[in-house]
Nanobody, 115 residues
């Protein structure tokens, strides 16, 4: 089992910044990729960014240049730095790992950017 607990969301004005955190605990050995997803009201969950254990990263086009995913291996935390936030970034943000074919998700953290 892997436990993920997101935090750092909140209400921020357009153009502002937030930093989300996702510490992982439990049986975390062998996890190669950690991902951030988001789900806006009435929409499907969408992928935002991925970081590999070696440090390589990938981003959705909608956040490229504004969001940065990073990790701190002590204590096994992945971050999502979000700059230049827009109203369309409003969503619940989730972190995700896959281990031995099983998907693990946190409970999500709400990010709200009013228009």
């Amino acid at each position: 089992q892997v436990q993920l607990v997101e935090s750092g969301g909140g209400l921020v004005q357009p153009g502002g910044s937030l930093r989300l955190s996702c510490p992982a605990s439990g049986n975390i050995g062998g996890i190669n990729y950690t991902r951030w997803y988001r789900q806006a009201p009435g929409k499907q969950r969408e992928w935002v960014a991925t970081i590999h254990s070696g440090g390589s990263t990938n981003y959705a086009d909608s956040v490229k240049g504004r969001f940065t995913i990073s990790r701190d291996n002590t204590p096994n935390t992945v971050f999502l730095q979000m700059n230049s936030l827009k109203p369309e970034d409003t969503a619940v943000y989730y972190c995700n790992v896959t281990k031995w074919g099983a998907d693990y998700w946190g409970q999500g953290t709400q990010v709200s950017v009013p228009s």
